[in-house]
């Protein structure tokens, strides 16, 4: 068995699509897998060797049938190499909320971001729109 690098194995979109099935609903049979993918079985298969190789999942047989169920602690090198681009991230958004409290963005009825410039720009045009019609 060749050990596959954890950031390799969660790098393919099925293979992620396979952990979040694992994780909603817990150990599932390989069929039953397979019912959510448009490929054959075989290329499942193929994905969830590279997991079970990358340690983030287990097989287990009942019978005929070959059970995965999710081993997540692989997962904490990615969370430990994403921790420093999640503080990137949550310092530059946080930095957008304040430029935008600073802009005086509020949130319309409709659910649609407007300045208060803006609005009140619009509300004095419709304004003088309604002096010039009387």
């Known amino acids: 068995m060749a050990e596959v690098d954890v950031f390799t194995a969660v790098a393919n979109p099925t293979r992620r699509q396979l952990l979040g099935l694992l994780l909603d609903r817990g150990e599932r049979p390989v069929q039953e897998l397979a019912d959510h993918f448009d490929m054959r079985r075989p290329s499942l298969s193929e994905h969830l060797r590279v997991l079970k190789d990358a340690g983030l999942v287990v097989e287990h047989r009942a019978g005929r049938q070959r059970l995965y169920s999710l081993r997540p602690e692989p997962l904490r090198d990615v969370a430990e190499w994403l921790t420093p681009y999640e503080r990137f991230w949550r310092e530059k958004l946080a930095g957008l909320r304040d ?11 409709d659910g649609q971001q407007q300045t208060a410039a803006v609005t009140s720009e619009q509300g004095r045009a419709s304004g003088e729109q309604e002096g010039k019609r009387r």
């Open 99 to 109: 430029l935008l409290d600073a802009m005086g963005v509020e949130e319309g009825t």
